[in-house]
Structures are given as structure tokens and as C-alpha cells.
């Protein structure tokens, strides 16, 4: 077996009131994938970027040894001198510029300050063969898809004749098969000799191209694991995670919705929906769906299908050319002609991208959980911020908000601590109808069955709730009925007793609509 390569000694980085990483340790083998997983805010991102010195030499305690030589990285330049490259989750390329020129930005091939092209595009041409894509290098990033900008950013770590290759949460904004491509690819550079270091809450995924992973919980290494041995099974990587065992992963669900009969909370009819450019294209087509108070009800399709396009429409005509169609609420037609109009009917919409959509990373938790209900703490048009913060500390201790204070920054908390504060700034606008997309998106398993039990209770309350996600478990395990969607058209309606992950993909590939 083949000797370490990556010696991190008693780790530990400490922020303003916060100790992030605690004693820990991590060994990574010549040649392997090991993968590093915790819970969300547990540690993992924190302990990459001391690896490769985003967080300097001198900020944090412990060693570093790397290929046997004691390092003390000052900055990030120094880590990829070594051949230690680090990737992101939210990838650094600059969308208008060329694909080479991503490539290379920061180590140009020049000379007297002239860049030479020829050499420029040239490997950039080999680079991006070996990686698999045949985009041309002159190729604006802003014009290819997020699967290939993940592969350039691979052919950026190869120019700088990468040794250790740390990807980030790498399929994070994936579809299955740009990550399976992106898998693929792993599995190839650890043929060509190059470590990777993996950060990924996908269990299945570790699975696939791990040889070893360590679990951190709360700032600390837990132990490390050999995958291939038969009693590495995904319910022992969870209990080491969350430092207990999760026997059911959804919290359990008793239906209490309204009686048949009863005026939906929501109902959508005929539903249709423009692409926003070419208009000849309906990105929803004639659909309709209802859902009644207490009840949550999924919307399953690949991607394409059309329901990020429906959601989105429905709450203020957010995208698209609105084509035709009504909402009704309670029986009665309303208008949802803007986001003001959707909310003051009492409709919500968790967007699937928190970080754009969602909130002002900038800004506090408690201001971004008032921003939608900020007449509520405002007294004579100018908020009480007393109030303010009464409300963001209720939020904090019932969702279990981990931050050091209620005026931290939201772009400081990990994405689930993110997506607890999405949702506290809906349920305090109170609404009837809570449109969730992809609600559990890029958080582990602890703090989705936090988020589950959320969402468990908001139905129990009497509030209908729409569940869109591309995980077809999370849809069994949480929703009463599931309707699937292809091609911007519904093609099945299930109950919960119905439903299996076999029926829905047999609706999810059909292009023409079902009748039940």
C-alpha cells in the first residue's frame, strides 16, 4: 500500500468566538480518492483552506507535511507551487473571458510580458482533450454549461501540474450526468497518478470513487475509513456524521390535510408559460394542480422538465412570458402578477438558489429573516430593531440556527445554517402556500432531517406545501401525492401508497401528458 503523500497534525483554526477546527488529523495515501464528509458547518471547507493556505501559515496550529516536507504556506500561490490545487464549490472563472484564457489567467505563457497565443491555445487544446471536452478554447466561459466550467477549472489545476487535486463539493450544481462525467474523470486522474482529496455530502458518489474518507463532526476528525471494507455502509458514514443513528431519515409523516371537498389552498389551472427568448417555446404547457391545506404534494422531473419554470411563474410571473392559465386560493381566483401580489395572497417560494435568490450574503441573519415582513417589526414606517432582533433570536433557537450571534454575516454560515435562514424569513411572513425548490439542495444528512421535520410541521400547522426536488427518496419519504412533469407538461399524478422511484421515472421520460 502506498505510503501518505498529505500529513495534517492537530489542526486548529480559531475565528472571533468561534473554534472551527479542533485537533484535527487527516492522512491521504500516494494515488488515492479520500473523501472528507460532515455535516454542514462541521469543518471540512475550513480544514481545505488551510491546506492550501487560503487561511495562512500562522493563523491556525498543527503541522503540514506534504510528500514528507514540513510546509508553511503563505498564501494560495505557495500551496499550487507544491503542486496542491484546491476547487471551490462556487468556481473562480471569469465568464467573459476565453476558455484559454481562464486556463492560464495567473500563469500566462509569456515572454517580456507578451503573451504568446499560439502556445496559449495550443495547450489549452490538450488540456481540455484531457479532461474530455472539444469546446473550442476561444470558447467564452459564459457560454457553456456549468458541467463543462467544472471540467475547465480541472484543466486550470493540470496547468499548474497538479499533485493533490481538491475539488469542493464538485457536483454540487450538477445533473446526473454532468456528475457522472465529472466522477468519471476522478477515477481517470488517479490512473495518471494524481491524488484528489474530495468533499461531497453524496454518499452514493463516495461510494463510487473513494478509497478512503474521513468523517469530521463539530471541528473534529471522528475516524477515517477504508470504503471498500464491507462495513463501510452509508447508514455508518451517517451515524459518524451526525454522532448518532438515524434509523428513519424522514421524520415520520401523518397526513392532515383537508377533507375531500374542501376548496384547495392553492389550485393551478391550465397553466402556460413562455420561454422568456424564444417565445415559440413553452417551457410550461397547460398544466394544472391543486393543493390542499395541510398537505405536501412533490413535483418530480429530470431537468428541463419544467418546474423551477412553473414555481417561478406562478409566484409573480418571476420568469417567463406568462401565456395563460389562473391561480385560485381557497376557491377564489387571485392575480400573482408580481412577487408583492403572490406574497400579500400568502404565497411563498424557497428559490433552489439561495445564494442569488434567496439572500444578501452581505447582510445579517436578522436582517435577511425581516426582509420579507418588515411592516411587522416597524413601528410608524421605521423598523424597531429591538423587535428585529426578538424575532431573528426566536428563529435562531427554533430552527437551530448555528451562528455566533443574529448580526453575523449570512454569507459566513455553511448552506444548511443558509437554507435554515431562507426559510425562517417565509414562515415569518406567514403564508398559506410554501413553494419549496430543491429545499435540501447541497446539505448533509443531519441538517436535511432538521429541515424535513420544518417542512413536517409547516403541513401540521395547516399550510399547503409544494415539494420540488430532483431527489426521488426525498419525495417518497416527505410528500401525500407527487405529480410528475416532462417537457413542461404533467405526465402522472400518485398517491404516496403508488409511488415508487420506478413509476415516477416512467413518468418523468414521458413527453406527451397522461390522463388519470
Given at each position: 500500500?502506498?505510503g501518505?503523500?498529505?500529513?495534517m497534525?492537530?489542526?486548529?483554526?480559531?475565528?472571533?468566538?468561534?473554534?472551527?477546527?479542533?485537533?484535527?488529523?487527516?492522512?491521504?495515501?500516494?494515488?488515492?480518492?479520500h473523501?472528507?464528509?460532515?455535516?454542514?458547518g462541521?469543518?471540512?471547507?475550513?480544514?481545505?483552506?488551510?491546506?492550501?493556505?487560503?487561511?495562512?501559515?500562522?493563523?491556525?496550529?498543527?503541522?503540514?507535511?506534504?510528500?514528507g516536507?514540513?510546509?508553511?504556506?503563505?498564501?494560495?500561490?505557495?500551496?499550487?507551487?507544491?503542486?496542491?490545487?484546491?476547487?471551490?464549490?462556487?468556481?473562480?472563472?471569469?465568464?467573459?473571458?476565453?476558455?484559454?484564457?481562464?486556463?492560464?489567467?495567473?500563469?500566462?505563457?509569456?515572454?517580456?510580458?507578451?503573451?504568446?497565443?499560439?502556445?496559449?491555445?495550443?495547450?489549452?487544446?490538450?488540456?481540455?482533450?484531457?479532461v474530455?471536452?472539444?469546446?473550442?478554447?476561444?470558447?467564452?466561459?459564459?457560454?457553456?454549461?456549468?458541467?463543462?466550467?467544472?471540467?475547465v477549472e480541472?484543466?486550470?489545476?493540470?496547468?499548474?501540474?497538479?499533485?493533490?487535486?481538491?475539488?469542493?463539493?464538485?457536483?454540487?450544481?450538477?445533473?446526473?450526468?454532468?456528475?457522472g462525467?465529472?466522477?468519471?474523470?476522478?477515477?481517470?486522474?488517479?490512473?495518471?497518478?494524481?491524488?484528489?482529496?474530495?468533499?461531497?455530502?453524496?454518499?452514493?458518489?463516495?461510494?463510487?470513487?473513494?478509497?478512503?474518507?474521513?468523517?469530521?463532526?463539530?471541528?473534529?476528525?471522528?475516524?477515517?475509513?477504508?470504503?471498500?471494507?464491507?462495513?463501510?455502509?452509508?447508514?455508518?458514514?451517517?451515524?459518524?456524521?451526525?454522532?448518532?443513528?438515524?434509523?428513519?431519515?424522514?421524520?415520520?409523516?401523518?397526513?392532515?390535510?383537508?377533507?375531500?371537498?374542501?376548496?384547495?389552498?392553492?389550485?393551478?389551472?391550465?397553466?402556460?408559460v413562455?420561454?422568456?427568448?424564444?417565445?415559440?417555446?413553452?417551457?410550461?404547457?397547460?398544466?394544472?394542480?391543486?393543493v390542499?391545506?395541510?398537505?405536501?404534494?412533490?413535483?418530480?422531473?429530470?431537468?428541463?422538465?419544467?418546474?423551477?419554470?412553473?414555481?417561478?411563474?406562478?409566484?409573480?410571473?418571476?420568469?417567463?412570458?406568462?401565456?395563460?392559465?389562473?391561480?385560485?386560493?381557497?376557491?377564489?381566483?387571485?392575480?400573482?402578477?408580481?412577487?408583492?401580489?403572490?406574497?400579500?395572497?400568502?404565497?411563498?417560494?424557497?428559490?433552489?438558489?439561495?445564494?442569488?435568490?434567496?439572500?444578501?450574503?452581505?447582510?445579517?441573519?436578522?436582517?435577511?429573516?425581516?426582509?420579507?415582513?418588515?411592516?411587522?417589526?416597524?413601528?410608524?414606517?421605521?423598523?424597531?430593531?429591538?423587535?428585529?432582533?426578538?424575532?431573528?433570536?426566536?428563529?435562531?433557537?427554533?430552527?437551530?440556527?448555528?451562528?455566533?450571534?443574529?448580526?453575523?454575516?449570512?454569507?459566513?454560515?455553511?448552506?444548511?445554517?443558509?437554507?435554515?435562514?431562507?426559510?425562517?424569513?417565509?414562515?415569518?411572513?406567514?403564508?398559506?402556500?410554501?413553494?419549496?425548490?430543491?429545499?435540501?439542495?447541497?446539505?448533509?444528512?443531519?441538517?436535511?432531517?432538521?429541515?424535513?421535520?420544518?417542512?413536517?410541521?409547516?403541513?401540521?400547522?395547516?399550510?399547503?406545501?409544494?415539494?420540488i426536488?430532483?431527489?426521488?427518496?426525498?419525495?417518497?419519504?416527505m410528500?401525500?401525492?407527487?405529480?410528475?412533469?416532462?417537457?413542461?407538461?404533467?405526465?402522472?399524478?400518485?398517491?404516496?401508497?403508488?409511488?415508487?422511484?420506478?413509476?415516477?421515472?416512467?413518468?418523468?421520460?414521458?413527453?406527451?401528458?397522461?390522463?388519470?
Amino acid at each position: 500500500m502506498a505510503g501518505p503523500v498529505l500529513e495534517m497534525r492537530s489542526i486548529v483554526k480559531t475565528f472571533p468566538g468561534v473554534t472551527a477546527l479542533s485537533d484535527v488529523t487527516l492522512t491521504v495515501r500516494q494515488g488515492e480518492v479520500h473523501a472528507v464528509c460532515g455535516e454542514n458547518g462541521a469543518g471540512k471547507s475550513t480544514l481545505m483552506k488551510v491546506l492550501s493556505g487560503v487561511h495562512p501559515h500562522g493563523s491556525y496550529e498543527g503541522e503540514i507535511l506534504f510528500e514528507g516536507e514540513l510546509c508553511r504556506f503563505r498564501d494560495i500561490r505557495a500551496s499550487e507551487h507544491h503542486g496542491i490545487v484546491i476547487i471551490h464549490q462556487e468556481l473562480a472563472l471569469v465568464p467573459y473571458l476565453s476558455v484559454a484564457e481562464n486556463i492560464f489567467l495567473g500563469n500566462e505563457h509569456a515572454t517580456r510580458g507578451l503573451i504568446n497565443w499560439n502556445d496559449t491555445l495550443r495547450h489549452a487544446t490538450e488540456l481540455l482533450r484531457r479532461v474530455g471536452l472539444t469546446d473550442h478554447p476561444e470558447t467564452r466561459v459564459a457560454d457553456i454549461g456549468v458541467g463543462k466550467q467544472q471540467l475547465v477549472e480541472i484543466a486550470k489545476a493540470l496547468s499548474k501540474k497538479v499533485k493533490l487535486l481538491i475539488l469542493d463539493e464538485p457536483t454540487a450544481a450538477l445533473n446526473d450526468e454532468d456528475s457522472g462525467k465529472l466522477l468519471d474523470l476522478i477515477l481517470e486522474l488517479k490512473k495518471q497518478g494524481i491524488t484528489s482529496i474530495i468533499i461531497s455530502h453524496k454518499l452514493g458518489e463516495i461510494r463510487r470513487v473513494a478509497d478512503s474518507v474521513t468523517i469530521i463532526r463539530d471541528g473534529r476528525s471522528i475516524e477515517t475509513l477504508d470504503v471498500k471494507d464491507p462495513g463501510t455502509t452509508e447508514d455508518r458514514i451517517i451515524s459518524g456524521m451526525v454522532g448518532r443513528d438515524l434509523d428513519h431519515r424522514f421524520p415520520e409523516r401523518t397526513p392532515h390535510h383537508a377533507e375531500e371537498g374542501t376548496a384547495p389552498a392553492l389550485e393551478i389551472r391550465d397553466w402556460t408559460v413562455r420561454h422568456p427568448i424564444d417565445q415559440q417555446r413553452k417551457v410550461v404547457d397547460h398544466v394544472s394542480l391543486q393543493v390542499r391545506r395541510g398537505e405536501i404534494v412533490g413535483i418530480a422531473g429530470l431537468m428541463g422538465a419544467g418546474r423551477t419554470e412553473l414555481a417561478m411563474s406562478v409566484f409573480g410571473r418571476s420568469y417567463g412570458r406568462y401565456a395563460g392559465g389562473t391561480v385560485r386560493k381557497d376557491g377564489e381566483e387571485i392575480r400573482t402578477r408580481s412577487v408583492a401580489e403572490a406574497i400579500g395572497h400568502g404565497i411563498a417560494y424557497v428559490t433552489e438558489d439561495r445564494k442569488h435568490y434567496g439572500l444578501n450574503l452581505i447582510d445579517t441573519v436578522n436582517r435577511n429573516i425581516s426582509l420579507t415582513s418588515l411592516a411587522k417589526v416597524a413601528r410608524r414606517g421605521v423598523v424597531d430593531e429591538h423587535e428585529e432582533r426578538q424575532v431573528a433570536e426566536r428563529f435562531r433557537t427554533s430552527m437551530n440556527i448555528k451562528a455566533p450571534s443574529v448580526f453575523e454575516p449570512v454569507g459566513k454560515l455553511s448552506g444548511g445554517n443558509q437554507q435554515k435562514v431562507v426559510l425562517s424569513k417565509w414562515i415569518f411572513a406567514g403564508p398559506d402556500v410554501l413553494i419549496l425548490d430543491e429545499p435540501t439542495r447541497g446539505i448533509d444528512v443531519g441538517a436535511k432531517f432538521e429541515i424535513y421535520t420544518v417542512i413536517d410541521k409547516l403541513a401540521a400547522e395547516g399550510r399547503a406545501v409544494v415539494f420540488i426536488s430532483s431527489e426521488l427518496p426525498e419525495l417518497l419519504g416527505m410528500c401525500d401525492r407527487i405529480y410528475t412533469m416532462a417537457a413542461g407538461r404533467l405526465t402522472g399524478e400518485f398517491s404516496r401508497a403508488e409511488a415508487s422511484q420506478e413509476s415516477l421515472m416512467r413518468q418523468m421520460t414521458k413527453d406527451k401528458e397522461v390522463s388519470r
